[in-house]
């Protein structure tokens, strides 16, 4: 029984550790500005405002496609880029010199990883960039792969979800959402992707998922 009782409170304390380590990854990870402007049964209608992402094309399932576009986006955010700013060095004899150098820069982690569906074998893959940066003062991808872009302030209806985010569950999801979407008489104005806010050690009831349908205000 002092076994049995010793192995329930391991394995209590471990799913402990396990819940914390998912709260404080993403606790103070940055994501998009929006204003929720209706709660209706499902889902939600929400404004967001304009921002920048990182994105990739690329081949495969979904899961396949997450795992390489989160590679090649990872790399960029996590220095294989270049700075396209002049950068001001002093050098030992005090003589004050302007020199622009290829450095490269971590960009800080974001929420959500977006994956929009797939489109003649292909599926973009997109990470949004912190609110701090604009076009023109993102470092330069190393890959040419990875493409940065301006997202417009749209509309979304978005029905969020937890403990699964396969590719089976995300196509119920979003099944659903087009579903109470057509019951509203909501006009979809863009196609649906996937929004993914958690890094893949997440504990499945801590995991926030969501799919975004672009509407017509």
């Known amino acids: ?50 921002y920048v992402v990182a994105e990739t094309t690329v081949s495969g399932n979904m899961q396949q496609a997450m795992n390489e576009g989160f590679t090649r986006i990872a790399g960029y955010i996590f220095g294989g880029n270049t700075t396209k700013a ?32 797939e489109t003649n074998g292909a599926r973009v893959i997109s990470f949004v960039m912190p609110s701090k940066y604009t076009l023109e003062t993102l470092p330069v991808p190393d890959d040419a792969r990875v493409k940065l872009r301006a997202v417009a302030g749209h509309t979304v209806a978005a029905l969020s979800f937890s403990w699964s985010s396969s590719a089976e569950t995300v196509t119920a999801k979003k099944l659903q959402l087009a579903s109470l979407l057509a019951r509203d008489r909501v006009t979809v104005a863009g196609e649906p992707q996937a929004a993914f806010y958690n890094p893949p050690w997440t504990p499945p009831f801590m995991l926030h998922s969501e799919i975004l349908i672009p509407i017509s205000e």
Do not use: C, H
């Not at 002092?2 to 404080?24: D, E, H, M, N, R």
């Open 86 to 117: 002049s950068i001001s060095m002093t050098a030992p004899v005090s003589e004050k010199i302007e020199m622009t150098v290829p450095v490269s820069e971590k960009i800080a982690m974001t929420a959500p990883v977006v994956a929009g569906d």
């Open 1 to 50: 029984m002092k076994l049995i009782l010793i192995s329930v409170a391991v394995v209590v304390v471990l799913i402990l550790i396990w819940a914390l380590y998912g709260y404080f990854a993403v606790r103070n990870i940055e994501r998009p500005s929006y204003s929720v402007i209706e709660k209706r049964d499902g889902y939600e209608i929400r404004t967001y405002d304009q």
